[in-house]
Every structure is written in structure tokens, then in C-alpha cells.
T-cell receptor, first 114, second 114 residues
């Protein structure tokens, strides 16, 4: 069975600063990895996904993530955070390509200081 | 394009009462999912439909939860009788296909059981 760990429950960064959210996964085969964002009172929105190919993937809203198989990690990054990025971020791993069967981490809440 | 619609947005009931949530997926999306998201956790899959058939309900507590998607479009999730631990946000998501399809989430239905 797959699992996901997001070690940071809450992160605070200043507007304009860089951001890295950590994600570690456990899965026996090639993982299908995702990052989602959830604003208060909203559903989840897909930021980016990785299945194969280039280990650095670009997503929406200026986010990117890097897959590192040796470290079982899929960390999310953004070079310059905007106040509107304040939200909760979820990393997820799916067996094969069925995104609906994903196991989600417990999320990281991002606060952006002005 | 209209997104995934869910109702009601909020519901407060007492334990042992019943409740039903409704979901209307994006037009043309054959696959529909219901998730339970407890405060502080990521979503957990309850049930997956492909058109009007159940693909996976292994995580659905069938003694109290039921779900249907009779005409392959709208879906209803019911809880009867509710327990305190059912307090959560119930998210509906849909995708064009179960394999390789991106998930689109509704805003969720928040249930509080007193």
C-alpha cells in the first residue's frame, strides 16, 4: 500500500520569498505523484503531476516540483510567493494512472506574511 | 464550463439522524468519486463510480453509508445513522476517465454531527 508524508504541518513565508514544501512517499512501483492546492471552503485544484519523463515538472501558478526517486521525495517549489498562494497544499500518490485512487498526505498550511 | 456542483454546502445534524449529499459532475465525465476529508487530514476515497456502476467501494462503511449514481450522472451519498466521527467535509470529484484523467473537485459538503 502507498503512503505519503508531509513533514511540515504549517509553514510561514514572507511575500516574495521562495517556498519549498516537502513530500515523501512510499510506493513499491513507479509512482504517479500529484500536488493539489485547497483554498478555504474550496475543493482541491491540481497544481501539477508526475508520472514519467523529466523529473522536474512545471505546474500552474508558477509552481514546480522535482521527483527524486533515491530520496522518495516530490517537493513543491515556487521562487517568489504571492499573498494569494496562502492555502493548504496536499501531496498525493496514486497506484498506476488512476488519480482517483490517490493516497493523500495530511497537508501543509501555507501562511504568507506581507 | 461548469464545475462539479455539490449541495448542501453545510449541514448540522444530531447523531443517529440521517443526511444526504448530492453531486453533479462536470458534463461528460464518466468517473465520479466521493471522498471524506476529516479536519487536519487529506481526503480519503469512499467510493468510485464508472458511469452508473460501482468500481470500488472497499473503503465505504456500508453499515451506515450508501451511495448511488442511478443514471450515470448525478450521485447521492447518504449516511444513516450518523455518528460523531462522521463529522467531515464530503468531497465529490469527477474525471473524464479513470485512467490518466485529471480530477476535478467540488467545493465539498461540510457535515457536523452533534
Amino acid at each position: 500500500a502507498q503512503s505519503v508524508t508531509q513533514p511540515d504541518i504549517h509553514i510561514t513565508v514572507s511575500e516574495g520569498a521562495s517556498l519549498e514544501l516537502r513530500c515523501n512517499y512510499s510506493y513499491g512501483a513507479t509512482p504517479y505523484l500529484f500536488w493539489y492546492v485547497q483554498s478555504p471552503g474550496q475543493g482541491l485544484q491540481l497544481l501539477l503531476k508526475y508520472f514519467s519523463g523529466d523529473t522536474l515538472v512545471q505546474g500552474i501558478k508558477g509552481f514546480e516540483a522535482e521527483f527524486k526517486r533515491s530520496q522518495s521525495s516530490f517537493n513543491l517549489r515556487k521562487p517568489s510567493v504571492h499573498w494569494s498562494d496562502a492555502a493548504e497544499y496536499f501531496c498525493a500518490v496514486a497506484p498506476g494512472t488512476n488519480a482517483g485512487k490517490s493516497t493523500f498526505g495530511d497537508g501543509t498550511t501555507l501562511t504568507v506574511k506581507p | 464550463e461548469a464545475g462539479v456542483a455539490q449541495s448542501p454546502r453545510y449541514k448540522i445534524i444530531e447523531k443517529r439522524q440521517s443526511v444526504a449529499f448530492w453531486c453533479n459532475p462536470i458534463s461528460g465525465h464518466a468517473t465520479l468519486y466521493w471522498y471524506q476529508q476529516i479536519l487536519g487530514q487529506g481526503p480519503k476515497l469512499l467510493i468510485q463510480f464508472q458511469n452508473n456502476g460501482v468500481v470500488d467501494d472497499s473503503q465505504l462503511p456500508k453499515d451506515r453509508f450508501s451511495a448511488e449514481r442511478l443514471k450515470g450522472v448525478d450521485s447521492t451519498l447518504k449516511i444513516q445513522p450518523a455518528k460523531l466521527e462522521d463529522s467531515a467535509v464530503y468531497l465529490c470529484a469527477s474525471s473524464l476517465a479513470s485512467v490518466g484523467g485529471e480530477l476535478f473537485f467540488g467545493e465539498g459538503s461540510r457535515l457536523t454531527v452533534l
